[in-house]
């Protein structure tokens, strides 16, 4: 079974993810696996907020008009989750505004000791654990948690 797309980082409870993973283990035979993924974030975006930014700038292919993207995070204490807004701004090539759009996701951010003692809870156990989509070695540098892990007998 997998759960592409950093799909485990929407659920914000921490009684949410343990139902997620009682939800699977259902569904698995004993030994049978679960891969799934998460973003690993700079410990920073956890720590303080960062104000809004412009990541992308890019010109509407056929126009005259530039797009950019800004975005901008704020923790939520201790819970570990990150409110990340998003803005987008439409601007004509001499720069006036022409539209405005922004909304807001929300994310879980977890750390290895974490996932590992959440999957341990739930009866399962770790195989594999990378810190890239090309199953790189997690540490410092990783940009991912990539794990794949299998539910115990029992």
Partial sequence: MTAPFRVAQHLLDPGDRQAWLR????????????CFDVLRPDPDLLRRPQE???????????????????VGTRPDGASGN?????????????????DESSTHLVFHLYTRSE????????GFRVREYWGSFRRKTFGPDSTDHVILCDRRAG
């Fill in 23 to 34: 939800n699977v283990s259902r569904h698995l035979e004993p030994g049978g696996l679960l």
């Fill in 52 to 70: 809004e930014s412009a990541a992308i700038e890019r010109t509407l292919p056929g126009t005259t008009r530039v797009i950019v993207r800004s």
């Fill in 82 to 98: 990150l409110r990340v807004s998003y803005t987008w701004r439409v601007r004509g090539m001499g720069g006036e505004m022409i």
């Fill in 115 to 122: 996932l590992e003692a959440l999957l341990g809870e739930e």
